[in-house]
């Protein structure tokens, strides 16, 4: 009897710490509305299986947004998310400030590719790991080129795309030759404007810190996408981002669209896309003067300093970004659609170098350079913004003014002077001006 009583005691005790357990790790999950993102959350069951302790609670939102909260939480350490999604913008910056636990237990960190891992690493200490690396490039519909009577080079120019952008909108079937990032937000047209600039010679900032908005390439560089968009983009671009031109890629509606290599899985699967077979790649297009406009950036999974929850945290990130759940996706959804550009290892896989868009997506990788990002010298790094801890309000307030430009509210030439005016006044009062 004793004996009995003394075992019901203990199981008692061992539900109890289990229930205790249980309860002290659930991880709070931040992340963005991407569909790798949204792939991710269906397949946790794999995760949960092998930690049965651990439960997972997912807040997604659309890019802004999380940008916002996500700064907003780790800056007051508002302790809101036990693991966030970030990029590679932020993540230098806030390891720098302590604000993101280092990773030591990722899997295979050698094996991920040097110019995505480079940017999450500070002191030599991973902060961060890579969900999905990217570049950006040009997806076009081969039947809408033929059409038009042209062929896409594999590294076009702007003049190129203007062209075919122009033969292939045909707006009495709703077909516009092009579509482009317009909603604001320094990572929706700031990045994709930023990016295009560099390659019109532009730069945000000279060698002391004097902003260059009213340079006659920036002129160049925005009248150029603001007519480009205009004469043969769809309605209301203004208010697109990756997700609406996806959407409108995919329905058949695009003739070109220029963005993420990440969505090269999305507008190629058959479920997703109308045009699915009907798609090709090319490198993001230049002016001759050495540099592409093109840009480099990773989603990645960091867990903020102070959680409570760090070891659990971390067990999920690195079976998130891992080849086991590279391989999780490719069982169950095919190779296409595995998260691209973070590991050597996928490169050099034989059924891997099978997608049509592989290859274009690791030369795109590798075409840019976000410690030489423009034609003249600059004293920043990163390619479509810039890593200051400032970047992040002036890229928001200068998108808004682009923004205003390509909606009609201002013209080109004032857009250019209030982001001047604004961003001067702004670096003087952070000191980089003196």
């Given amino acids: 009897m004793k004996r009995t009583l003394a075992f019901l005691a203990g199981t008692t005790a061992l539900a109890l710490l289990s229930t205790t357990a249980y309860a002290e790790t659930k991880l709070t999950i931040g992340t963005v509305n991407n569909g790798d993102m949204i792939r991710m959350q269906k397949l946790t069951d794999d995760f949960t299986k092998s930690n049965p302790d651990i439960k997972l609670e997912w ?63 500070v002191d030599g200490k991973l902060y961060a790991a890579p969900f999905y690396g990217e570049s950006s490039m040009v997806m076009y519909r081969k039947d809408l080129m033929d059409k038009a009577g042209l062929k896409m080079p594999d590294a076009p120019t702007w ?53 260059q908005f009213d340079s006659p390439e920036w002129k160049a560089a925005l009248d150029f996408y603001v007519k480009l968009l205009k004469d043969s983009g769809p309605p209301g671009a203004a208010g697109n981002g990756f997700n609406e031109n996806l959407a409108l890629f995919n329905a058949g509606k695009c003739g070109m669209w220029i963005d993420a290599t990440v969505a090269a899985s999305f507008v190629t699967n058959p479920k997703d896309s109308k045009v699915a077979d009907k798609v090709g790649f090319a490198l993001a297009p230049d002016n001759g003067l050495g540099k592409r406009g093109n840009w480099l950036w990773a989603w990645s999974l960091a867990i903020p300093a102070g959680s ?97 430009a390509l909606a009609g509210k201002m013209t080109v030439d004032e ?6 005016d604004t961003v001067t006044a702004e670096m003087t009062k952070a000191g980089y001006i003196k």
Avoid at 339 to 344: K, L, Q, Y
Avoid at 358 to 373: E, G, Q, R, Y
Avoid at 415 to 420: D, G, V, Y
């Fill in 59 to 121: 807040v997604t939102l659309e890019e802004n947004v999380l940008r916002q909260k996500v700064t907003t939480d780790i800056a007051t350490k508002g302790g809101q998310f036990d693991v966030l999604t970030i990029g590679t913008y932020e993540v230098p910056i806030w390891g720098k400030k302590g604000w993101l636990v280092p990773l030591t237990k990722i899997d295979d960190a050698a094996d991920l590719l040097p110019a995505i891992s480079g940017g999450l690493t």
């Fill in 159 to 211: 003049k190129f795309i203007a062209e075919a952008a122009a033969k292939m909108t045909d707006k009495a079937t709703d077909t516009y030759g092009v579509c482009l990032r317009g909603k604001a937000g320094w990572g929706e047209n700031v990045a994709f404007i930023t990016a295009t600039a560099n390659s019109f010679g532009a730069r945000w900032f000279d060698e002391k810190w004097h902003p």
């Fill in 308 to 404: 409570q929850k760090a070891e659990a945290a971390e067990k999920f990130v690195s079976w998130a970004t891992s080849k086991h759940y590279t391989e999780l996706v490719a069982s169950k959804e095919g190779w296409a659609n595995v998260p691209p550009g973070t590991r050597s290892s996928l490169y050099a896989n034989a059924e891997y170098a099978k997608v049509p868009f592989a290859k274009m997506t690791l030369d795109s990788i590798n075409a840019a350079d976000p410690v030489h990002p423009t034609v003249k010298p600059v004293p920043y790094t990163g390619v479509q913004f810039v890593a200051i801890p400032e970047f992040q309000g002036l890229g928001t307030t200068v998108g808004q003014t682009f923004s205003a």
């Fill in 415 to 420: 857009a250019l002077k209030s982001a001047q």
